[in-house]
């Protein structure tokens, strides 16, 4: 049974959503650059390789259990890995971290198999690789994928936590590295 016949209260939103107008997406963009957010790494490793990359849309969804959510375009070279593994580690960078969000971003020109030569990197609970000098990394086993647009949406439950040195956190916003 679908999550609609589950809440027919709810049918009416999912007609508005089919029918609403929506923004071109460069503004869209724009404004999402306005939105301040942490920088992390998300890393994978097991049966289907390892690899990593930065994102902010990162969230927590709950507590009970401690469940996080990843926001990863379908279109990334990440994604087949990822879902393969059905592990990931997201690794909250501190302040002074730009190298290693530029590094898993693409914009260093480092070979997938040659970034993780970049910061200090050990593994948890789940194998995927944690930055030892990440304000946090979350260590999460994946309970759940869902398409949504452009990208998949995997939540994860986390199994282990590690906890960097204090100190302040990388954010991104106005296209610009900055920290809090």
Do not use: T
């Given at each position: 049974m679908s999550w609609i016949d589950q809440h027919p209260d709810m049918a009416g939103a999912f007609d508005a959503v089919a029918t609403a107008r929506t923004v071109e997406a460069q503004p869209f963009r724009e404004a999402m650059s306005r939105l301040g957010a942490a920088v992390h790494v998300i890393t994978t490793d097991g049966p289907?390789?390892?690899t990593g990359f930065t994102a902010t849309a990162v969230c927590s969804v709950s507590?009970?259990?401690p469940t996080l959510l990843v926001c990863l375009n379908r279109g990334a070279s990440s994604g087949p890995?990822?879902?393969g593994n059905c592990v990931f580690c997201v690794n909250t960078l501190r302040a002074g971290d730009e190298i290693v969000a530029d590094t898993f971003a693409g914009r260093t020109q480092v070979a997938?198999?040659?970034r993780f030569d970049t910061?200090?990197?050990?593994?948890l609970s789940t194998g995927s690789p944690a930055l030892m000098s990440a304000v946090v990394a979350l260590d999460c086993r994946v309970t759940e994928v869902k398409a949504v647009a452009s990208h998949d949406i995997y939540f994860g439950v986390v199994e282990a936590i590690h906890f960097g040195p204090p100190g302040a956190a990388l954010v991104y916003h106005?296209?610009?590295y900055k920290q809090v």
């Open positions: 289907s390789g390892k507590d009970a259990p890995v990822l879902r997938r198999e040659a910061g200090q990197w050990s593994k106005d296209r610009a």
